[in-house]
């Protein structure tokens, strides 16, 4: 166990629905990544918070957006879904170790079908 | 944007010792090594890091060289469990926003 967790583990919807993915990092960190990963590919990663700040975005669609609030709790929203979004969707959260090098500690994913 | 290079798959048998190399041939000077170990629908998980000659820990060890443009994700003795796909990536202290998780390398423990 990670510490970190997601919710909901799975969910289903349909074509041009909007979802809420929802993250809790692990107590203490302060960063929070989001990634996409599709049926046997690699981890595409879309886009870091830090304390609540905007860090890094990466392959994000204009549809998705994300935003991590006070208590450092992070949501992923997917709006106007497609039948491609349907992956599973990791959160990590990270803590800087020695050296100050992060280690990333990733969660148990939500499982996104859209029909 | 120090990227890396590793070989798509592999395979071994149990008992046997696993050796997956990694080209980050751009690494910069502060940069660090990390590989990452995911299972089947699982979130990746951290497997060990290092700057420069070795690092050993419970479950792997990591060889990098003088020049520090490859890695070495050494595992002993594997056994069925640790079919899995490796990923490595390269990072600096306080700035990771460039670590980025590539294709891994797939590997298959056959019994």
């Known amino acids: 166990d990670s510490g970190v967790t997601q919710t909901p583990k799975h969910l289903i919807t349909a074509t041009g629905q909007r979802v809420t993915l929802r993250c809790s990092p692990r107590s203490g960190d302060l960063s929070v990544y989001w990634y996409q990963q599709s049926l046997d590919q690699g981890l595409q990663f879309l886009i870091q918070?830090?304390?609540?700040?905007?860090?890094a975005k990466g392959n994000i669609l204009e549809r998705f957006s994300a935003q991590q609030f006070p208590d450092l709790h992070s949501e992923l929203n997917l709006s106007s879904l497609e039948l491609g979004d349907s992956a599973l969707y990791f959160c990590?959260?990270?803590?800087?170790?020695?050296?100050?090098?992060?280690?990333?500690?990733f969660g148990p994913g939500t499982r996104l079908l859209v029909l | 944007l120090a990227k890396t290079t590793q070989p798509i798959s592999m395979d071994s048998y149990e008992g046997q010792e696993v050796n997956i190399t990694c080209s980050h041939n751009?690494?910069?000077?502060?940069?660090?090594i990390t590989w990452y170990q995911q299972f089947p629908s699982q979130g990746p998980r951290f497997i060990i890091q290092g700057y420069k000659t070795k690092v050993t820990n419970e479950v792997a060890s990591l060889f990098i060289p003088a020049d520090r443009k490859s890695s070495t994700l050494s595992l002993p003795r594997v056994s069925l469990s640790d079919t899995a796909v490796y990923y490595c990536?390269?990072?600096?202290?306080?700035?990771?926003?460039?670590?980025?998780f590539g294709a891994g390398t797939r590997l298959t423990v056959k019994p």
């Open positions: 751009n690494i910069a000077t502060n940069d660090y």
């Open positions: 918070y830090y304390n609540g700040e905007e860090r």
């Open positions: 990590a959260s990270s803590a800087r170790g020695q050296g100050g090098i992060e280690t990333q500690y």
């Open positions: 990536l390269v990072g600096a202290p306080y700035n990771n926003n460039d670590m980025r």
